[in-house]
């Protein structure tokens, strides 16, 4: 049987601690507001689970925080997961843990060829693709509901393409992992093997191959911020206290300024890490940067 994702650490935790308080916020001001379909995207949903490496605890993921917290506030929810063992995974933790049923059948789809685990009460859609295929094809065809999307990839494999498609749909609050520290290494001279991925990620081939984690954060922000709508893009730095050597920022943009200055103030909490050792059955703050 597939494992649950692993190398999980206290930033994973204050990850997830920051995407489940905007969620309340969100979901409370939508339903009061909203009077058309809401749907929840999440373009790289693991297996629904992740195992911290420091003390082997295993905590909810971002699929499960979605749908146990608030089934009743959106109308669709779409998983990406392209792992077939991952993909069986997340739709048998789903079942397991909220006493939902799945039909898994291949997608039906002329000219496709991937699984598709379908529930209709709640409507959940568990679909084993490429997340970048499957969710610009997704904006394409709906423009009328409102969507929080949840870009949370294992390395360099959420394109800028696909966040500009999502971004110029509008009706969008997204919540993007950017991984500082993989696109800082797969820049460097001497890996020029990676710099494919660093373009795709970027979304051309105008960076620096010699800059900052900083320097790498705010040009992506930049690159973000070409849509004047979305302007400014918040972003946190969430390093682990622990292990100073991997980065990743989170960056939050939609169009509604009001919702933006609530992001900001979720991700700089003064009791952010203690939330995230919480979290993860641990006590006391350390040392944080």
Known sequence: MTDHFDGGDLKTS??????????????????????????????????????IDDNGVTIDGSAIIALENHQDSFDRFYFYELS???????H?????????????SPAGVEGEDFLV??????????MQMDSNRGVSFLADVNTSSHWFTFVDPKGLTAKKSTLDTLIGRSN???LINYQTTGV????????????????????????????????YVNLYKE???????????KTKALVSPHDARHRFDLAFTCENKTARGI??????????????NERIGQSGLGSFG
């Open 172 to 174: 969008m609050d997204i």
């Open 223 to 233: 690159k973000l911020e070409e849509n004047p709508e979305i302007r400014p893009v």
């Open 263 to 276: 992001m900001e103030d979720i991700m700089n909490q003064e009791r952010l890490w203690e939330k995230a």
């Open 92 to 104: 048998e933790t789903i079942s397991d843990r909220l006493g939902l049923e799945f039909d898994v």
């Open 14 to 51: 204050a990850k997830l601690v920051i995407l489940e308080e905007y969620l309340d916020v969100y979901t409370t001001i939508m339903d009061s507001n909203w009077r058309q379909d809401k749907w929840y995207v999440d373009t790289h949903s693991g297996t629904g689970r992740t195992v």
């Open 184 to 215: 800082l290494r797969s820049a460097a001279e001497g890996a020029e093997h990676a710099h494919g991925a660093v373009e795709r990620t970027m979304g051309d081939s105008d960076w620096p191959n010699a800059a900052s984690a900083d320097e």
């Open 84 to 90: 077939e063992a991952h993909f069986h995974k997340l």
């Open 117 to 126: 685990a379908r529930c209709d009460d709640p409507y959940i859609r568990v």
